[in-house]
């Protein structure tokens, strides 16, 4: 389906790295000049590097949080959760009419999977996408039909890890 809308990357798996690919993608784009705008479902935590970056490139990045303060786990969802993944869809859609190069859909394949967002309005939405833009959607368990629809599938699989895994600055966030 290439050329007729944008193109669809998705990134699913159990392994450490999803979004970082995602970034990558976003760096390349900025670093040609292009805009990019990044939506993250159930994300909140603002010392990432990713969202500081929105200071440093201002008219080119833009990205935007939607998940409740503080990490309450995948069993404790309630109704505010699917509120706020619906008005990351919602952005989403307000976002792609101005054709950025790439909108990236983080943990978007999380939220489905914990039916937060039904993955029909999300194929969808994707239908609609201008050729300009590239869309990239992150997160794990990515539904089967999401997997069929998208142009570029890579899972992300977890060889080894150390017993602790560290959270380093700039590395890990």
């Known amino acids: 389906m290439v050329g007729k809308r944008?193109?669809?990357?998705?990134?699913?798996?159990?392994?450490?790295?999803?979004?970082?690919?995602?970034?990558?993608l976003a760096l390349r784009c900025l670093?040609?000049?292009?805009?990019?705008v990044i939506i993250q479902f159930l994300k909140w935590w603002k010392n990432t590097g990713e969202?500081?970056?929105?200071?440093?490139?201002?008219?080119?990045?833009?990205?935007?949080?939607?998940?409740?303060?503080?990490?309450?786990?995948?069993?404790?969802?309630?109704?505010?959760?699917?509120?706020?993944?619906q008005r990351a869809l919602n952005?989403?859609?307000?976002?792609?009419?101005?054709?950025?190069?790439?909108?990236?859909?983080?943990?978007?394949?999380?939220?489905l999977d914990c039916k937060l967002l039904g993955v029909n309005e999300v194929i969808e939405f994707l239908k609609t996408v201008p050729k300009e833009t590239n869309v990239v959607l992150t997160g794990r368990r990515a539904p089967k039909?999401?997997?069929?629809?998208?142009?570029?599938?890579?899972?992300?699989?977890?060889?080894?890890?150390?017993?602790e895994i560290p959270t380093v600055r700039g590395i890990q966030y």
């Not at 952005?91 to 978007?108: F, G, Y």
């Not at 039909?145 to 017993?163: G, M, Q, R, S």
């Open 6 to 24: 944008g193109t669809i990357y998705l990134y699913t798996g159990e392994g450490a790295g999803k979004t970082t690919n995602a970034l990558g």
């Open 31 to 36: 670093g040609h000049g292009y805009k990019v």
């Open 51 to 85: 969202y500081k970056f929105r200071k440093k490139m201002p008219s080119n990045y833009e990205i935007y949080q939607f998940g409740r303060r503080g990490w309450i786990g995948l069993t404790n969802l309630t109704e505010k959760d699917r509120q706020l993944c």
């Open 91 to 111: 952005m989403a859609k307000k976002k792609a009419k101005e054709k950025p190069r790439l909108l990236v859909l983080d943990e978007i394949n999380l939220a």
């Open 145 to 163: 039909k999401l997997v069929e629809f998208a142009d570029f599938v890579n899972e992300v699989i977890d060889i080894k890890h150390p017993d």
